[in-house]
């Protein structure tokens, strides 16, 4: 490999693709004391994005690293739900209702990836990293127990960066997948889409999400920041789609537009699409690691695309920064790929069904969509257990990693590899939860009830910090049990759960896995 004049540059991972994901990564592992480079071929963040939901679980992983709440001020809550078909309401969901008690973030929030992308970078440059823009990543080549990348700008100057670790985290045609030659399969749904931020009025513009299905369109309204303003995501005309070029908002379905009673009033960007649905082969080979798109696309169904790719940084973060800071050995990275291709495969099935359902013009797709669907839906969302798991399985805070080898142990509901249970802790009018602790990005121990004198001796002697909460009563709803001890990972999950509270227990899960917290 040439080196240029300026030599080889070295850093501990390089991130290739400056999107959310590869941003959230950069973001996590500078808080957690790893030097990055993160490079990205555009000259500038993208200025139409399609996604736009900004999940719970999402909002909670930010609350680790100060981001939540700028978020949350710069976007809007989604607070409810409405469901149409052939030209009737036929469901509503409140948000506030389906996620109250499971997470201190109990709704949907509509922020756009374009303004999404330009906080993120800002947190970063405060961090002292900037992105680097016009820099494509030609090659790369693995030896001597380092990566050696051949970057280009945008003058043609190629320079080699050496670097312990490689993230490809640059969307759905990876230089880095490619390069690694890691399938991509799965395919292409054949309906062209498109995305349109309007100014409009009517009755879907009252700051509400809504989606509209119909015997050959679909239509989903999010609501932006400024009143008047939302993010369509809908159908172009069949007969439109066979050019596929130069089209323009005057090709788009208005069938389902005009009885939802959208007066367009005007298009500021426009933008077309084809939906994929792909699983990367592998998701980790040797030092290279593929996140986000790169590793996983799908339908737009569920609002769940970009959220898992923050997921996808969140999890390898904090494991990568272990590794480079010896405090793990270098097999805990092996729990990247199963931890999250698990969910990736998952995610795509379900999407893959629920956007067939939505879309198909098949006779019994059309019959479940036009009136199976008016009939059920309202019956279903008027069950509190059924709307609880609609916002648990949307929020993402169902996910979980009970298959992992870093999973172990079960008291009551909770299983290792679950999301540590959200509850309130605060008394005497100060206003906490037991997610506080977390911000510090490190393993930790809780106890709900009372900790042994041997727990506490434990912890003290491991510098692993112990949390105990007083019980109260309403912990027992959420999973918890009184007195049992939940090792935590950095990334807010739970290790390990010992119904007895031992800190044998503890201490030697700690030791079969060499982690010195």
């Known amino acids: 490999m040439e080196i240029s004049e300026k030599g080889t540059r070295d850093t501990s991972v390089l991130i290739v693709g400056a999107g959310p994901t590869g941003l959230v990564l950069a973001l996590w592992l500078t808080r957690l004391g790893v030097r990055v480079r993160i490079v990205d071929k555009t000259a500038e963040p993208g200025t139409t994005s399609r996604a736009i939901a900004v999940q719970a679980r999402t909002l909670e992983l930010y609350s680790q690293i100060g981001l939540a709440d700028a978020v949350v001020e710069r976007g809007r809550r989604a ?37 999404h992308e330009c906080l993120l970078i800002d947190r970063l ?13 030609l090659g790369f080549e693995e030896a001597n127990g380092r990566v ?45 889409f498109y995305v349109a931020d309007v100014e409009a009025r009517g009755a879907a513009m009252n700051g509400e999400l809504h989606v509209g299905l119909d015997k050959t369109d679909f239509l989903a309204v999010f609501p932006l920041k400024a009143e008047g303003r939302a993010r ?26 005009e009885w939802m009673r959208i007066d367009v009033e005007r298009v500021n960007w426009f933008s077309t699409y084809r939906v994929h649905h792909r699983v990367a082969d592998r998701f980790r080979q040797g030092r290279a690691f593929l996140l986000g798109d790169a590793a996983h696309i799908h339908s737009p169904v569920g609002g769940q695309g970009m959220n898992t790719g923050i997921g996808d940084a969140v999890n390898l973060a904090w494991k990568l920064a272990a590794v480079l800071n010896k405090h793990a050995d270098a097999s805990l990275l092996e729990s990247y790929e199963p931890e999250r291709i698990a969910f990736a495969r998952r ?85 906490t939860d037991n997610f506080a602790p ?80």
């Open 125 to 137: 440059a405060e961090a002292g990293v900037q992105v680097e823009r016009q820099k494509e990543l």
């Open 79 to 115: 607070v409810a739900a409405n469901l149409w078909v052939a030209g009737k309401e036929v469901a509503r969901a409140v948000f506030g209702d389906m996620g109250a008690g499971v997470s201190p973030f109990p709704y949907a929030l509509i922020f756009p990836q374009d303004e």
């Open 148 to 192: 050696l990348a051949r970057l280009q700008g945008p003058d043609g100057t190629q320079e080699a960066c050496e670097a312990a670790y490689i993230a490809g985290c640059d969307g759905a045609h990876s230089t880095v997948r490619e390069r690694l030659k890691i399938g991509f399969p799965g395919g292409v749904y054949s309906h062209l």
């Open 438 to 517: 977390l911000k510090s990005l490190d393993w930790q121990a809780h106890v709900y009830g009372e900790a042994t004198p041997e727990m506490q001796a434990a912890c003290d002697g491991r510098k692993l910090p112990l949390h105990v909460f007083p019980w109260r009563s309403g912990m027992s709803r959420t999973g918890l049990r009184r007195n049992a001890v939940y090792l935590v990972r950095p990334d807010g999950y739970v290790a390990l759960v010992d119904p007895a509270g031992s800190a044998t227990a503890v201490t030697s899960y700690l030791d079969a896995r060499k982690l010195t917290p």
């Open 347 to 431: 995610l795509v099935a379900t999407t893959d069904r629920a956007f067939t359902g939505v879309t198909s013009s098949g006779a019994i797709a059309r019959l479940m969509r036009l009136h199976i669907v008016p009939l059920l839906i309202p019956l279903f969302f008027a069950l509190k257990a059924v709307r609880r798991y609609m916002f648990r399985t949307v929020s993402q805070t169902v996910v979980n990693y009970r298959g992992s080898i870093l999973s172990q142990g079960r008291a009551g509901t909770v299983h290792g590899g679950d999301r540590l249970p959200w509850v309130k802790t605060g008394s005497n009018g100060v206003d």
């Open 232 to 257: 369509l995501v809908g159908t172009v005309r069949q007969e439109a789609e066979q050019q596929n070029e130069n089209l323009s908002w005057n090709d788009v379905s208005q069938r389902v537009i």
